[in-house]
């Protein structure tokens, strides 16, 4: 079966009144509703225009949208600094609001998330090895985005704690 993908063809008054109303929601950033207006069926010019309008009129702010993500990521999913910077550049943030996003992660609650994380994985791990459970919480944390040298620290003083 052929399955016909429909595309939206939108005036560009409709369009804005529907992407101000998506804004308006929750923060985006100007990559993803740059992508919604193309699918629209808009023009790049009529695209940018209304970009700008939004920007002027403040449903859209890039540095707003790095801030309420990186926030949300580390708070609520616990994601680490790497993994959120990653997703960050995905949407296209410049690199000056990508760095203000991340320094308004506070460190202290930073390493207590960090401990958070390893207890919980640590409580998941089946076998007696401490080597290998050691290299699994390693690898879990890494891979949610923990920089290594951070989760070293921590494992390290989890492993003096219990010696």
């Known amino acids: 079966m052929n399955y016909k993908v429909s595309q939206i063809k939108l005036s560009a008054e409709v369009a804005q009144q529907k ?3 998506w804004c308006a929601y929750q923060e985006r950033s100007q990559h ?9 069926g808009l023009s790049s010019e009529e695209t940018e225009a209304i970009i700008s309008n939004l920007i002027s009129e403040n449903f ?16 609520i999913k616990h994601w680490g600094k790497n993994k959120i910077k990653i997703e ?3 949407h ?10 991340l320094k308004l ?9 960090i401990g958070k994380v390893i207890e919980k994985r640590r409580k998941l791990f089946k076998g007696s090895d ?8 390693l690898n879990y944390l890494i891979s949610r985005g923990f920089e290594s040298d951070l ?8 492993r003096n704690e219990n010696d």
């Open 19 to 21: 992407i101000m109303t």
């Open 32 to 40: 993803e509703t740059r992508n919604k207006l193309f699918e629209y």
């Open 60 to 75: 859209l702010s890039e540095e707003r949208f790095a801030v309420a993500f990186a926030s949300g990521k580390f708070r």
């Open 88 to 90: 960050l550049k995905k």
């Open 92 to 101: 296209r943030v410049s690199e000056y609001c990508l760095n203000k996003a």
């Open 105 to 113: 992660i506070d460190m202290v609650e930073y390493q207590i998330v």
């Open 130 to 137: 401490k080597t290998k459970e050691f290299y699994n919480v």
């Open 151 to 158: 989760v070293r620290e921590n494992l390290g003083k989890l």
